[in-house]
């Protein structure tokens, strides 16, 4: 299932957010191999959305390392961890995750635009979104339809869709499966694994419903790899 | 594919998106339609008169001069005599030469005696003739030609009788000598409209039993003892000079103006209407200056609708961010995005300006003269669109700038 290099390693990381001395999350060691898929379980207030943000470098650490495929996230300068996070990771969000307005196509194909590696992967882009979606399970004509006239559990499996064109190393998904029902939940799930294992993605699932666990090759605890600051005045 | 972003996200706001558009449209005509009224009175200006070398009268001003002689506004502050006039006439570099004389009004239009020549010399809007609308020129020494608006507001028909007021704004009139109106013009849209014209004869026939501008008591003559009266006039307001070249314009000029015998003015109407025009220049400016105000408010107005949707899109921003779009790519959407609205709004307004031309073309032409040309649109106007396109994009660096800020907080997460 996977292989022992690393795609994400994060060594003793803290943060605090600016202006904020009442927050601060530090990790001490936590790392996802190539190919794994990893179930990371946590409740509200738990740090993850912080973890997600230092893992994307929309901000960078206080003091450690991020390493995603081997490049140290703090190396890069702004514009360059915008590209970096637009060529080596797929997002998948809890919901809201498109842009209404535009169609399915380009919902799908707007991380390539930012992502000329990523881009180069695909020989036909539009050929592969629409593979994609079928894959997904999605109806042949949604490609032209706009992203806000489709169902969440549609909307959803075009953001899978998003987040996997192009192979980038890494996936992360945001609850993603929080605002189905149980039973789109499921099927979502069943087609998205299918469709990660295919293209050999590797996944950072973060949730707090420990019931999807079985369905990972590992599942962590937030509490045990992360440690909340939280300073009371 | 990022217009085509900022294209679905402006159609996706239709209704207040559509609002904006439309009050930039509406800015940028009225801006528009400002300019080509003010070209065009600028034209209509400049045409008034035309094929005239140079106009002559008694010395004063030349502003003073052009205003009392073309436009009928003021007094001559003194005359040109007659044998001052057949000086200039005999002149070997004059062509044609046509007398006027000013002085008496009827009701609230002036009155101008002059010669018949004058029907064929007198050129506007580019060397655009007289025409008679109805009936002929003067053939008698009482017949008179009245301009279009005279007939239109007095509501005079050919043979209709008219009565010259002695003066302007005078109650003595020369009612023992009545006119009869015998041709009324095509409208020309210069001060001929409001003009009665008379002969110079008829100038002296009416004026016979006067004396020092006043009439003498009890004295009447009989319009046929007039008729076979010698009416030799002494001196006219002004003169209409066309000289037989082009390069001999300035050395007539020259000599009139330096002529021993009488202090003389002569003046090129070209230039003299420059000169007029810099004092009406004054209006116009503050014209350009209103409706220059009334676009960058409908700018402000942009702006005021992209601040109003920037919380409502901050998910969409962060979208954008998670995609690893740059800050400044969110900035640059948001300019683009503005940049759109306002040329759609530009290319709007030039519409809404050619069909208001269409509409109000033959109605502005009939109630002013004022001919407003229907032409593609110029150079000058091209660089006002494309200014207004270029003031929105900076005004809108305002909120985009904003944008960028709250994207680089947010990152790819918004909580709101």
Same mark, same amino acid.
């Given at each position: 299932?996977?292989?022992?290099?690393?795609?994400?390693?994060?060594?003793?990381?803290?943060?605090?957010?600016?202006?904020?001395?009442?927050?601060?999350?530090?990790?001490?060691?936590?790392?996802?191999?190539?190919?794994?898929?990893?179930?990371?379980?946590?409740?509200?207030?738990?740090?993850?959305?912080?973890?997600?943000?230092?893992?994307?470098?929309?901000?960078?650490?206080?003091?450690?390392?991020?390493?995603?495929?081997?490049?140290?996230?703090?190396?890069?300068?702004?514009?360059?961890?915008?590209?970096?996070?637009?060529?080596?990771?797929?997002?998948?969000?809890?919901?809201?995750?498109?842009?209404?307005?535009?169609?399915?196509?380009?919902?799908?194909?707007?991380?390539?635009?930012?992502?000329?590696?990523?881009?180069?992967?695909?020989?036909?882009?539009?050929?592969?979104?629409?593979?994609?979606?079928?894959?997904?399970?999605?109806?042949?004509?949604?490609?032209?339809?706009?992203?806000?006239?489709?169902?969440?559990?549609?909307?959803?499996?075009?953001?899978?869709?998003?987040?996997?064109?192009?192979?980038?190393?890494?996936?992360?998904?945001?609850?993603?499966?929080?605002?189905?029902?149980?039973?789109?939940?499921?099927?979502?799930?069943?087609?998205?694994?299918?469709?990660?294992?295919?293209?050999?993605?590797?996944?950072?699932?973060?949730?707090?419903?420990?019931?999807?666990?079985?369905?990972?090759?590992?599942?962590?605890?937030?509490?045990?790899?992360?440690?909340?600051?939280?300073?009371?005045? | 594919?990022?217009?085509?972003?900022?294209?679905?996200?402006?159609?996706?706001?239709?209704?207040?998106?559509?609002?904006?558009?439309?009050?930039?449209?509406?800015?940028?005509?009225?801006?528009?339609?400002?300019?080509?009224?003010?070209?065009?009175?600028?034209?209509?200006?400049?045409?008034?008169?035309?094929?005239?070398?140079?106009?002559?009268?008694?010395?004063?001003?030349?502003?003073?001069?052009?205003?009392?002689?073309?436009?009928?506004?003021?007094?001559?502050?003194?005359?040109?005599? +007659?044998?001052?006039?057949?000086?200039?006439?005999?002149?070997?570099? /004059?062509?044609?030469?046509?007398?006027?004389?000013?002085?008496?009004?009827? %009701?609230?239009?002036?009155?101008?005696?002059?010669?018949?020549?004058?029907?064929?010399?007198?050129?506007?809007?580019?060397?655009?003739?007289?025409?008679?609308?109805?009936?002929?020129?003067?053939?008698?020494?009482?017949?008179?030609?009245?301009?279009?608006?005279?007939?239109?507001?007095?509501?005079?028909?050919?043979?209709?009788?008219?009565?010259?007021?002695?003066?302007?704004?005078?109650?003595?009139? %020369?009612?023992?000598?009545?006119?009869?109106?015998?041709?009324?013009?095509?409208?020309?849209?210069?001060?001929?409209?409001?003009?009665?014209?008379?002969?110079?004869?008829?100038?002296?026939?009416?004026? /016979?039993? +006067?004396?020092?501008?006043?009439?003498?008591?009890?004295?009447?003559?009989?319009? %046929?003892?007039?008729?076979?009266?010698?009416?030799?006039?002494?001196?006219?307001?002004?003169?209409?000079?066309?000289?037989?070249?082009?390069?001999? /314009?300035?050395?007539?000029?020259?000599?009139?103006?330096?002529?021993?015998?009488?202090?003389?003015?002569?003046?090129?109407?070209?230039?003299?209407?420059?000169?007029?025009?810099?004092?009406?220049?004054?209006?116009?400016?503050?014209?350009?200056?209103?409706?220059?105000?009334?676009?960058?408010?409908?700018?402000?107005?942009?702006?005021?609708?992209?601040?109003?949707?920037?919380?409502?899109?901050?998910?969409?921003?962060?979208?954008?961010?998670?995609?690893?779009?740059?800050?400044?790519?969110?900035?640059?959407?948001?300019?683009?995005?503005?940049?759109?609205?306002?040329?759609?709004?530009?290319?709007?307004? $030039?519409?809404? $300006?050619?069909?208001?031309?269409?509409?109000?073309?033959?109605?502005?032409?009939?109630?002013?003269?004022? +001919?407003?040309?229907?032409?593609?649109?110029?150079?000058?106007?091209?660089?006002?669109?494309?200014? /207004?396109?270029?003031?929105?994009?900076?005004?809108?660096?305002?909120?985009?700038?904003?944008?960028?800020?709250?994207?680089?907080?947010?990152?790819?997460?918004?909580?709101?």
């Amino acid at each position: 299932m996977s292989d022992e290099t690393p795609i994400l390693e994060l060594e003793d990381v803290r943060y605090r957010w600016p202006g904020r001395t009442s927050f601060g999350l530090s990790v001490p060691a936590f790392g996802l191999k190539s190919g794994e898929t990893v179930l990371l379980l946590g409740e509200s207030g738990s740090g993850k959305s912080t973890l997600l943000s230092l893992i994307c470098g929309t901000v960078t650490a206080n003091s450690g390392r991020v390493t995603v495929s081997g490049t140290d996230i703090a190396s890069l300068s702004a514009g360059q961890r915008d590209r970096f996070r637009a060529e080596q990771i797929g997002l998948i969000f809890q919901q809201f995750n498109l842009l209404p307005y535009a169609n399915v196509l380009d919902n799908i194909l707007l991380p390539l635009r930012f992502a000329p590696e990523r881009r180069s992967r695909v020989n036909a882009p539009q050929d592969e979104a629409i593979k994609l979606c079928q894959d997904l399970g999605l109806p042949r004509d949604v490609i032209n339809a706009r992203a806000g006239t489709l169902s969440v559990g549609q909307q959803q499996r075009v953001a899978a869709a998003r987040a996997l064109i192009g192979q980038p190393s890494l996936i992360i998904a945001d609850e993603p499966t929080s605002s189905l029902d149980a039973a789109t939940q499921i099927t979502f799930l069943d087609l998205f694994f299918v469709q990660s294992r295919v293209h050999g993605t590797t996944l950072l699932m973060v949730s707090h419903d420990a019931r999807l666990a079985e369905q990972f090759d590992r599942v962590v605890q937030m509490s045990d790899i992360a440690k909340v600051e939280r300073e009371t005045s | 594919m990022i217009l085509r972003l900022a294209f679905g996200s402006l159609m996706a706001r239709a209704l207040t998106v559509g609002m904006t558009i439309l009050a930039i449209a509406l800015s940028v005509a009225l801006f528009l339609g400002v300019e080509k009224v003010r070209t065009g009175a600028k034209a209509s200006f400049a045409d008034t008169i035309s094929g005239t070398d140079l106009i002559v009268g008694a010395r004063s001003g030349s502003v003073q001069l052009l205003l009392y002689s073309v436009f009928r506004i003021g007094n001559a502050t003194n005359n040109l005599t +007659w044998e001052s006039y057949q000086d200039i006439a005999a002149r070997p570099e /004059v062509d044609w030469i046509v007398p006027i004389s000013l002085g008496d009004s009827h %009701h609230q239009f002036r009155v101008m005696g002059t010669t018949t020549a004058f029907f064929d010399r007198y050129k506007y809007r580019s060397g655009q003739s007289l025409e008679v609308r109805d009936g002929a020129i003067m053939s008698d020494l009482f017949d008179t030609v009245i301009g279009a608006d005279v007939a239109a507001t007095l509501g005079y028909e050919i043979n209709d009788p008219i009565v010259v007021a002695h003066g302007l704004a005078s109650f003595t009139e %020369h009612d023992d000598q009545p006119f009869r109106v015998s041709g009324i013009l095509e409208k020309t849209g210069t001060p001929v409209d409001r003009t009665v014209i008379v002969s110079l004869k008829a100038i002296e026939a009416i004026h /016979v039993d +006067w004396k020092s501008g006043a009439k003498t008591s009890g004295k009447s003559t009989a319009a %046929h003892v007039i008729r076979e009266m010698e009416l030799q006039p002494q001196a006219v307001t002004a003169a209409f000079v066309g000289v037989k070249g082009r390069l001999q /314009v300035f050395g007539l000029q020259r000599s009139i103006n330096e002529y021993k015998q009488e202090p003389l003015l002569a003046v090129l109407p070209g230039v003299a209407l420059q000169e007029l025009w810099q004092i009406v220049g004054i209006a116009e400016t503050a014209l350009i200056a209103v409706s220059g105000m009334v676009v960058i408010t409908a700018l402000i107005g942009m702006m005021a609708t992209i601040f109003s949707s920037l919380n409502e899109r901050r998910r969409e921003m962060a979208i954008f961010r998670a995609m690893g779009a740059r800050p400044r790519v969110i900035l640059g959407l948001l300019v683009l995005e503005a940049s759109l609205m306002t040329a759609i709004g530009a290319i709007l307004g $030039l519409m809404f $300006l050619y069909i208001g031309l269409f509409i109000v073309q033959p109605l502005v032409d009939s109630a002013f003269g004022l +001919w407003l040309p229907i032409d593609p649109p110029t150079l000058r106007e091209v660089w006002v669109l494309l200014s /207004v396109i270029a003031a929105s994009a900076i005004v809108s660096l305002v909120p985009a700038l904003r944008a960028y800020r709250l994207s680089l907080a947010d990152g790819m997460m918004v909580k709101i």
